[in-house]
């Protein structure tokens, strides 16, 4: 299988020895994204709510630069600073998965880079549909 490696100016970029995502096979696997604005260090705002959600926007990029979306995510990890702020992302998390969600593991760590609130990595199958209609892919 052939190792490609996944980079898009539309997510933040790597700023170390890693990749935005790596494609092998069927398999996309992308790094942990925070809520950072593309082309900045800057936080989508303070609170866990804009964090979550342009920490999703970041992986749906990524995963449409890989030819995949966020449809066919098999698999998430949540990383939280705070736990007790799970409610809270969840609603977020919620609206960008409201239909066959993927699996989740949500753990708190002690602290997050950059001073984040909240990182999410996604683990997804490449989409191979027919038209965007069938399963709304951008890619």
């Known amino acids: 299988m052939t190792k490609t490696i996944i980079a898009t100016d539309r997510a933040p970029a790597a700023v170390g020895p890693y990749s935005q995502a790596v494609r092998i096979g069927n398999l996309v696997y992308t790094a942990g994204q925070l809520g950072l604005v593309p082309g900045t260090k800057e936080f989508a705002g303070p609170d866990i709510e804009a964090q979550t959600r342009q920490a999703l926007e970041n992986l749906r990029a990524i995963l449409?630069?890989?030819?995949?979306?966020?449809?066919?995510?098999?698999?998430?990890?949540?990383?939280?600073?705070?736990?007790?702020?799970?409610?809270?992302?969840?609603?977020?998390?919620?609206?960008?998965?409201?239909?066959?969600?993927?699996?989740?593991?949500?753990?708190?760590?002690?602290?997050?880079?950059?001073?984040?609130?909240?990182?999410?990595?996604?683990?997804?199958?490449?989409?191979?549909?027919?038209?965007?209609?069938?399963?709304?892919?951008?890619?």
């Open 64 to 139: 449409e630069a890989a030819g995949s979306c966020l449809e066919h995510v098999v698999k998430t990890t949540v990383f939280m600073l705070d736990m007790g702020e799970f409610a809270r992302m969840n609603g977020v998390y919620a609206e960008f998965f409201a239909h066959n969600p993927p699996a989740r593991s949500a753990v708190q760590v002690a602290a997050l880079p950059l001073g984040g609130r909240v990182e999410i990595e996604a683990v997804a199958e490449a989409c191979d549909c027919a038209s965007i209609e069938a399963c709304g892919c951008l890619a």
